[in-house]
């Protein structure tokens, strides 16, 4: 699933443009999708501290997410 | 006297996700005539209201906030439960304008259900200063259901909306919504279930809602479905089911792709990427350097405000008011036996005096907590300390109801209502009580100076240290044992910042307070008059009561503590109210000479059990008020009971470690 070009979102640093690749994590997976992060849905990461949650902007909304939680999540890098 | 068409009043659900005005809307349409309970069986608050129209009454709900409609929460169970057993003749769902196609996801899981649905947009002034153009009318052609756009906090379309509902309401044939479909590579699989299910899925669920939930893998409809299709039934659906685990993520995007639809047909979008007001201060209050100071700062202000309005006014409460009453009450029934004006101006008096002492502090602090919610602010408090909370298996959610404590645990406790995951808010609840609240935080500034002199300062500061570190400690125990499988995810919406709204802060600041009131009042008054009672009979001293005897029949537990009968008594005084202890020890150690409580003290009690009763105050049980409003809050006596065990073993084996220590050492023993 992994293929090079896909990477986890807390790996992605402040300003980066993104599409949700494939969501990982049972119970999890179908929360982040009924928040609307379903493969294909771009995203923008407002912020990612290297530490503490992340701050992603997904469908006109604010999220803010543990790092473990952004973890579970593929995205593939879009932008800067 | 009005004739009423309608066998029963018309009941409507409100439903919306968190954080979209709904409230807001309940509050405008229902005003002080609503009642608060918990929904069977939850801590959740269950808001009931009337609304009055042309000589319509109608009985509205206003469900909890959830983003979608699965068994997973409490929340979304509730809110799902009530569309399903209680059925509401319509169900009005409140969406936020500028964030619509999240919003949308709710109603693409309500129009499963069998009810008609009203949409209501609310904030469209917000979302057209956003440059979203939004056409109400082209989004209800497409939906196929009545959409209304909304101010609810300038009262704008309310009216409409309504109106919209009830015509909804007494012609439920006419709703014909679009709905969403599954994601083609598992539209068969859905078919065969509903198929499957169809002739035996039993009022009220409805066979298409069943097979999609159970897709979902909803552990409550799995639940029932095992029931409805019984031991022949059943495996060849779990069979399909495990085949087909991956629904999920498809019935997610099937509903997003219906929703991308019907926006598309209804918003013209704004180019995306512009920053707004809302990304330009959290530049700063999200910044790894500069918000943990701001939210400092802001905490700061809190304090400053309180311990300023507040502590005034609660010296004027008590001495312009309580005391001339309680005056009044002695000199009015002098003619009376003198146990019935004693227990009415001290037992009734005492016990409403706490009470009402309370009153501005905790009106401070609920008004400063329902501000910071409102602006936005709260949220990213939560954010800033999510990660050191961690480890106590708290969310940042829990920063600031804990943070409350330090003014009184009370409102620490209602505060904790900010924390959607139950096992979380149920922790936070839990270990409130360890934040010494300022009226130990006062026992401890008046006591240290009296036994340690220069040391004072140090000595406070360990005491509330030890306090901090026994809470993480606590946490991170109950983390590990009690709530291990009860982990949840931290995901949580940042709202937009906005102007905090006073007409709904000091409503929601009514109701708590009258809560307070009514449930911890009717407690309080109660204890302190038989704690009076104790006190005073068979007298004719307090030195003869069995109070007294009582606290000799303790004496015994006080030697591991190093404690006097009289000390263990101001301990449990402080049980009714925290401030009982100091006003106790000037009773039981108060000199006829009038010679100071303080130098009464330092000559009658050694410092090492000064030292031990002063730890023992700050870890003791919490204070009536705050058990009661624990036993509110956790609808339940065990976990009530099990916070107060865990507390006094705390303060019994910390206490009973530095006497003794200090006996060890030979410090300070006479």
Known sequence: MN???????????????????????????????????????????LRNNTHGPLLVMVRDTRLAMGRGEAAKILVERTGP | MTATTSPRPLLIGLAGQPNVGKSTLFN??????????????KTVARREGHWEYQGDRVTLVDLPGTYSLTADSPEEKIARDFILHEQPDVVVMVADAAALERNLYLLAELLLLPVPVVLGLNRMDLARRQGLEIEPHVLAAALGLPVIP?????????????????????????????????????????????????????????????????????REVIGLARGWLGAEGWPAVAALLSAHEDAVVDIATGRYAWIGRMIRAGVKRPRLGQVGLTDRLDRFALHPFWG???????????????????????????????????????????????????LLAEGVLGGAGILVTFLPLLTILLAALALLQDSGYLARAAYLMD???????????????????????????LGARVIES????????????????????????????????????????????????????????????????????????????????????????????????????????????????????????LEDSYLARFGQLLAPLGDWLG???????????????????????????????????????????????????????????????????????????????LGSGLMLVMAWGMAGLVYQTCRLLGWGLS
């Open chain 2, 28 to 41: 405008l349409l229902t005003g002080l005539d609503q009642r608060l309970g918990n929904w069977p069986g």
């Open chain 2, 292 to 342: 943990p100071l701001i939210l400092l700062a802001v905490f700061a202000l809190v304090f400053a405000l309180s311990f300023l309005i507040a502590a005034p006014l609660q010296d004027w409460l008590d001495t312009d008011l309580l005391r001339p009453l309680a005056t009044w009450i002695t000199a009015s029934l002098s003619g009376a036996p003198p146990w019935l004006s004693g």
């Open chain 2, 563 to 641: 404690l006097d009968w009289r000390l263990l008594l101001a301990l449990l005084a402080s049980f009714p109210a925290k401030e009982n202890a100091l006003a106790t020890l000037s009773i039981l150690y108060g000199s006829p000479e009038g010679a100071g409580l303080a130098a009464t003290l330092a000559t009658q009690v050694p410092p090492a059990s000064a030292l031990s009763f002063i730890v023992a105050t700050l870890l003791f049980i919490p204070c009536m008020a705050t058990v009661a409003v624990t036993r509110q809050e956790t609808g339940h006596w065990g976990w009530t009971f």
């Open chain 2, 422 to 541: 139950p096992s979380a808010r149920l922790l936070t609840i839990l270990l409130a009580p360890l934040v010494p609240c300022s009226a130990r935080l006062l026992m401890l500034s008046f006591l240290t100076p009296i036994f340690f002199g220069h040391w004072a300062l140090a000595v406070a500061i360990a005491v509330v240290a030890l306090n901090l570190v026994l809470l993480a400690l606590l946490g991170i125990l109950l983390n590990q044992t009690l709530f291990r499988q009860e982990r949840d995810f931290f995901i949580m919406e940042m709202p937009l910042y906005q102007f905090p709204q006073p007409r709904g802060i000091g409503l929601a600041l009514w109701r708590d307070l009258m809560a307070f009131l009514r449930k911890a009042g009717s407690l309080i008054l109660l204890f302190a008059v038989c704690l009076w009672t104790l006190g005073h009979f068979p007298g004719p001293g």
């Open chain 1, 3 to 45: 293929t090079p070009t896909t990477q986890s979102l807390d790996q992605l640093p402040s300003g980066s443009l993104a599409k949700v690749h494939a969501l990982r994590g049972g119970s999890l997976a179908s929360r982040l999708a009924a928040l609307g992060l379903t493969p294909g849905t771009p995203l923008v990461v």
């Open chain 2, 150 to 218: 909304l101010v609810a906090r300038q009262a704008q379309g309310v009216i409409v909306l309504m109106t919209a509902a009830l015509d909804l309401a007494r012609t439920p044939q006419n709703f014909r919504p679009a709905r969403p479909r599954i994601a083609a590579p598992h539209r068969q699989v859905l078919t065969a279930l509903r198929d499957q299910l169809a002739a035996k899925v039993p009022l009220p669920y409805p066979p298409h809602w069943a097979a999609t939930k159970l897709l979902e893998g909803d």
């Open chain 2, 387 to 413: 990660r050191y909370l961690h480890p106590l298996g708290l969310h940042g959610k829990s920063f600031l109801p804990l943070c409350l404590g330090f003014g009184c645990n009370v409102p620490a406790i």
